[in-house]
Structure formats: structure tokens, C-alpha cells
T-cell receptor, first 111, second 114 residues
Framework: AQKITQTQPGMFVQEKEAVTLDCTYDTSDPSYGLFWYKQPSSGEMIFLIYQGSYDQQNATEGRYSLNFQKARKSANLVISASQLGDSAMYFCAMTSDKLIFGTGTRLQVFP | DVKVTQSSRYLVKRTGEKVFLECVQDMDHENMFWYRQDPGLGLRLIYFSYDVKMKEKGDIPEGYSVSREKKERFSLILESASTNQTSMYLC?????????????FGSGTQLSVL
């Protein structure tokens, strides 16, 4: 069975600092995809970044990077140079036959 | 701009009522999904559909059913609403493909069952 675990219910970071949001997963499927979504207070789910299980390099999208450690089954999100607008819920998700989500991490960026 | 539209942002219903949550996408996507989101539990998959008139149970289908008569529309039905179905409901769609197809989400329906 697939499983996604986010162990940090909440995180605080100062503006302009980097922050890492943790995500571990479990699947027996050799082919899978890993996603991060952002959900601001408005409620919309915003796609941030994707990593395929066969990708050799870590995915990056602007200030977002995904630290993919396949042997450890972890897919941590790194946000560099945090901004106040980064305050939101962040969800890690995995797909092999269907997309499942973790419980989320609430990130708060303070000045 | 691509869009997934959920018919109501907020909905209040009474216990025992039949409730319809509508979702329409304009991207010609084959795949559509219904999730519910609860604090501390994240998003949990209720039902999904990979084609018209096709449906598959997700992780928590009990108390729900779905209808997909047209490709663009995926409806979630609560046959007899109960208070434990008070939640945020999110609809999503994606094109067919492999593991790298991201989901496009609607803005959600906050359902309160009294």
C-alpha cells in the first residue's frame, strides 16, 4: 500500500531564510511520481514541483527544490529565500495508481 | 486559462438530506477526482473516474456516490448527509498519462451538515 508521511504539523521561518519541509513515502511500485502543492488561506491548491522516481536529478522550480533521496524514501521540499507570501499549508503527494496526500505542514514566514 | 469549477463555495445542509456537489472542468481531461480535506488528516480520496460512466472507489467511499455522465462533469452525491460529512470537498482533474500528470483543483466546497 502507498503511504505519505509529513511529520511537521507546523514550521516557522524568518523572511529570506531557507526552510525544509519533510516528506517520506512508502510504495512497492518502482514507478511513481512525487508532488508538492501549496494551499494558501484562499483554499486553492497550487502545484509547485514534481519529481519522477526515475529522475536522476533533483527537481527545481525557481525558489523551490525537491531533495529526493530514493533509498531513504524521502522527498523534502526546500524553499530558498522565504517570502511572506509563502505562508500557507504545504502538501506532499505521491502517485502510482492514484494520487494520495500527506497531512500537510503549515508554514508561517515572519518578518 | 484552464479551469475546474465547483458549483458552491459554501453549503449548509441538514442531516438526512441528499446533497449534490458539482464539478465541471473545461480542459477536456479524462481523469477526475473527489477529495475531502479535514484538519490533521490532509486530503483523502473519495472517488475517481478515468472516463465517462466509469468510477472507482478511493480510500473513503462510504456514504458517497458519484456520477459521470459527461466528460466535463463529475458529481459527488451524499445520499443521506450526516454530521461527520462536514468537511471541505475538493474536485480535481488531470489528463491521461503517467505518474507525472499533475492535478488541477477547483477552489473547494465547504460543506456543513447540521
Amino acid at each position: 500500500a502507498q503511504k505519505i508521511t509529513q511529520t511537521q504539523p507546523g514550521m516557522f521561518v524568518q523572511e529570506k531564510e531557507a526552510v525544509t519541509l519533510d516528506c517520506t513515502y512508502d510504495t512497492s511500485d518502482p514507478s511513481y511520481g512525487l508532488f508538492w502543492y501549496k494551499q494558501p488561506s484562499s483554499g486553492e491548491m497550487i502545484f509547485l514541483i514534481y519529481q519522477g522516481s526515475y529522475d536522476q536529478q533533483n527537481a527545481t522550480e525557481g525558489r523551490y527544490s525537491l531533495n529526493f533521496q530514493k533509498a531513504r524514501k524521502s522527498a523534502n521540499l526546500v524553499i530558498s529565500a522565504s517570502q511572506l507570501g509563502d505562508s500557507a499549508m504545504y502538501f506532499c503527494a505521491m502517485t502510482s495508481d492514484k494520487l494520495i496526500f500527506g497531512t500537510g505542514t503549515r508554514l508561517q514566514v515572519f518578518p | 486559462d484552464v479551469k475546474v469549477t465547483q458549483s458552491s463555495r459554501y453549503l449548509v445542509k441538514r442531516t438526512g438530506e441528499k446533497v449534490f456537489l458539482e464539478c465541471v472542468q473545461d480542459m477536456d481531461h479524462e481523469n477526475m477526482f473527489w477529495y475531502r480535506q479535514d484538519p490533521g488528516l490532509g486530503l483523502r480520496l473519495i472517488y475517481f473516474s478515468y472516463d465517462v460512466k466509469m468510477k472507482e472507489k478511493g480510500d473513503i467511499p462510504e456514504g458517497y456516490s458519484v456520477s459521470r455522465e459527461k466528460k466535463e462533469r463529475f458529481s459527488l452525491i451524499l445520499e443521506s448527509a450526516s454530521t461527520n460529512q462536514t468537511s471541505m470537498y475538493l474536485c480535481a482533474s488531470s489528463p491521461p498519462g503517467g505518474d507525472n500528470e499533475k492535478l488541477f483543483f477547483g477552489s473547494g466546497t465547504q460543506l456543513s451538515v447540521l
